[in-house]
């Protein structure tokens, strides 16, 4: 069940990106769109509306990049409760650390082990 | 179009340079043009899009709630269940990409593979490939956050700036 | 005062047409199964042409394009006078690094996807003008390398609009002569830079339409012809769009071009069967579809008398992201069989 509803959560969220890229100008680009979900899903999560929507769709809401931008609204709240100011800056970078060292490390390894195609 | 093709005698006040610029130039009303362009030009499929991007992204979400759940099963408690999913999932958008499948699947899925973390990942390893010959550090490290640069350059400052807010509401 | 080689106020009018010698074509592997594949001298494998770079790739297509069009004529590279070669990628590398192993004398050219008609125009200048025995014009794109200077690293998972378009991977080249068998160049109408707003960088067929079409009507009134008199009008790159927005602006001014105007991105690709969108693009289309193709045409007979109309967008990726508009230009050469 939780299987469905992740593909639902996670679906309908693409689905929105995608229509923000073919009905508005060609301005906006991938970049745009990534940027764009991920300061919006932060934004959400701060005013309590995305939480929500990871408790029903799980993967289908933290998979999305919007989920990276939940958790780093999260992890900076949890810490600012915890150790107040300085949490406000460490916070959320703690929090998407994990992600974010994957991407570095497997994005310098595959970089060097393979070439582009075209 | 000024019928300037023959020469009928001298003007009677010598134009200025501007003005014979002007004169020159086969002007087109730009908004008429863009109108012009707009009824010629092909519209994006937007129904046949948005289903290939929900249903592409929708999978790879499913997916992802697969290997949490084996993650959990294995006894991991929700929250490294979902930073492990998360790992796993960036190495899957990677290694793809470095096979040369991402952007295959991505002609078809558009923001259906871009939003996930897998997409990401694709913006990450994609460039970074790219620019290997311009060497290891001006190309690979430095081209590498191209895309991914921004994502976190905005993403820290909105989560810093929650947090600084949630401290001083407190 | 006026010049003698002139006609109208901007065409050219060779006195003693040069002769297009030779053509050479030299083209990537999905150009090679599209539907001109079998017009093409060379088809490549790999877009890597056995090379380490994409960058690399194109500079030896276009060297081999030059040498096997100066082979093609029976001549020697020490035989030609110069080389007008140009390229797509910044500071045009391709055509720089290819004119050093060369050894001909270069003039380096840059009309982005017009750059095979300023040189075949310019050659035709220097060769009438008595400047020049034997000329080579040629210049090359390619799909990868363009890909990552204007737009995506190529394994970036992004979609394409429908308006976008797919850059030539190939290299062409023309060798001209005062005389000899083959069809001549007969008359120039060099292009002027038109901006009409367009700033969408995937949408050059629009932003390059205005530009040609000024050149087609500049042609037409200075030499009194019109598109009765030509077997066949030739665009470079406008693809599906630029070429349906010309035909309209045509028949604005008049000119019913509905039977004989086509345009090579047009023709280049299988835009149904080879996901190119709006048709093929870069300096590379106009020209091989030209020195193939069309050469073809000409030498069967088909064709008699063509005007080629090579479409360049000026644009930069800097100047895009600066949100300026694209400019356009396009250069008309007739080629006629006589």
Known sequence: ?118 | MADNNKQAGPPKKPLTLAEQVKQQKQTYDQQAYQRLADSVKPRPRVVVNALNAFWIGGSISALAQVITLVFTSAGLNTRDAASATVIIMVFIGAFLTGLGIYDEIGKVAGAGSIIPITGFANSIVAPAMEYKREGFVFGVAARMFNIAGPVLVYGFIVSVLIGLIAYFLK | ?338
């Open chain 3, 1 to 338: 005062m006026s010049a003698p080689k002139r006609v109208g106020q901007h065409t050219i009018q060779f006195a003693n047409p040069p002769v297009i010698v030779a053509t050479a074509t030299v083209v990537g592997p999905k150009e090679g199964e599209g539907p001109l594949g079998n017009t093409f001298d060379m088809v490549i494998d790999d877009s890597y042409f056995g090379e380490e770079t994409w960058e690399k790739a194109e500079r030896k297509m276009l060297e081999e394009a030059v040498k096997m069009v100066i082979a093609k004529a029976q001549l020697k590279p020490q035989d030609i006078d110069y080389l007008l070669a140009g390229d797509l990628l910044n500071q045009t590398i391709s055509a720089n690094y290819a004119a050093r192993s060369l050894g001909i004398p270069f003039l380096g050219l840059y009309g982005a996807c017009s750059t095979m008609y300023e040189g075949m125009a310019l050659a035709a200048m220097l060769i009438d003008g008595g400047f020049a025995h034997h000329v080579v014009a040629a210049c090359s794109s390619h799909y990868d390398t363009a890909e990552r200077q204007y737009r995506f690293p190529t394994e970036q998972g992004v979609q394409r609009p429908p308006t976008a378009q797919w850059t030539v991977t190939g290299a062409g080249a023309v060798l001209m002569a005062p005389a000899g068998n083959g069809p001549r160049i007969t008359h120039a109408t060099i292009g002027r830079v038109l901006d009409v707003g367009i700033k969408d960088p995937n949408d050059m067929g629009s932003a390059m339409a205005p530009a040609a079409v000024d050149t087609i009507v500049r042609h037409f009134q200075d030499t009194g012809r019109g598109p009765v008199d030509y077997d066949l009008i030739i665009t470079g790159d406008l693809g599906r769009v630029g070429h349906e927005i010309a035909t309209k602006l045509l028949g604005e001014q008049k000119y019913d071009v509905s039977k004989n105007y086509s345009d090579c991105g047009i023709l280049i690709f299988d835009h149904e069967r080879q996901d190119t969108h709006a048709g093929g693009s870069g300096c590379a289309c106009s020209a091989v579809v030209f020195a193939g193709h069309l050469m073809g045409k000409l030498n069967d007979g088909t064709y008699k008398r063509i005007l080629g109309v090579g479409t360049g967008a000026l644009l930069s990726p800097t100047a895009t992201q600066q949100g300026e508009s694209i400019p356009g230009i396009g250069h008309g050469v007739v080629i006629e069989k006589l």
């Open chain 1, 1 to 118: 069940m939780s299987i469905v509803m992740a593909f639902l959560i996670g679906g309908l969220i693409c689905l929105v990106g995608q229509l923000i890229m073919d009905l508005t100008p060609y301005k906006v680009t991938p970049a745009h769109i990534l940027v764009g979900f991920v300061t919006g899903g932060a934004i959400l999560s701060a005013l309590g509306l995305y939480g929500p929507l990871v408790k029903i769709g799980g993967a289908g809401a933290t998979i999305p990049i919007s989920g990276f931008g939940h958790n780093l609204a999260q992890g900076t709240l949890e810490a600012v409760q915890a150790k107040g100011l300085l949490g406000a800056f460490s916070g959320g970078i703690t929090a998407g650390a994990a992600g974010i060292a994957a991407a570095v490390i497997f994005g310098f390894t595959m970089a060097v082990l393979f070439n582009p195609r075209g």
